[in-house]
C-alpha cells in the first residue's frame, strides 16, 4: 500500500507565505506525478497544481505566478509554495500522486489534507 503524508498547513494572514510538503511511501515502484488540490467550505475539489516525473508542471490558471510546485525524486515528496495568499486561498489542501506499485498495479492516491487558512 501507499501513503501520502501532507504537512506544512496553518494559519497565516494575507499577504504571507506557507510551503506545504507531501510525502509518499510504502510499496512504490515509481510514481508518473505529484499534485495538489484544494477544497473549500461548501465548494468542490478543484485542481491546483501537478508536477510529472521529467519535471514538466502544470497550474490552475488562477494561481499561476503565486504558486510554485516542486518535486524532490529521491524522496517521493512534492512541495506547494504559497506566496502573496489571500483569504479565498482558505482550503483544506490534498495530495495526490498516480504511482506504479511495487506489484506493478496504477493507482492514484491521496493524503489526508492539510488545511490552510488566510487571515485578512
Known amino acids: 500500500q501507499v501513503q501520502l503524508v501532507e504537512s506544512g498547513g496553518g494559519l497565516v494572514q494575507a499577504g504571507g507565505s506557507l510551503r506545504l510538503s507531501c510525502a509518499a511511501s510504502?510499496?512504490?515502484?515509481?510514481?508518473?506525478?505529484m499534485g495538489w488540490y484544494r477544497q473549500a467550505p461548501g465548494k468542490q475539489r478543484e485542481f491546483v497544481a501537478r508536477?510529472?516525473?521529467?519535471?514538466?508542471?502544470n497550474y490552475a490558471d488562477s494561481l499561476k505566478g503565486r504558486f510554485t510546485i516542486s518535486r524532490d525524486n529521491a524522496k517521493n515528496t512534492v512541495y506547494l509554495q504559497m506566496s502573496s495568499l489571500k483569504p479565498e486561498d482558505t482550503a483544506a489542501y490534498y495530495c495526490n500522486a498516480e504511482v506504479i506499485a511495487t506489484s506493478r498495479a496504477l493507482a492514484i492516491f491521496w493524503g489526508q489534507g492539510t488545511q490552510v487558512t488566510v487571515s485578512s
Open positions: 510504502g510499496s512504490i515502484f515509481s510514481i508518473n506525478y
Open positions: 508536477i510529472i516525473g521529467g519535471g514538466t508542471t
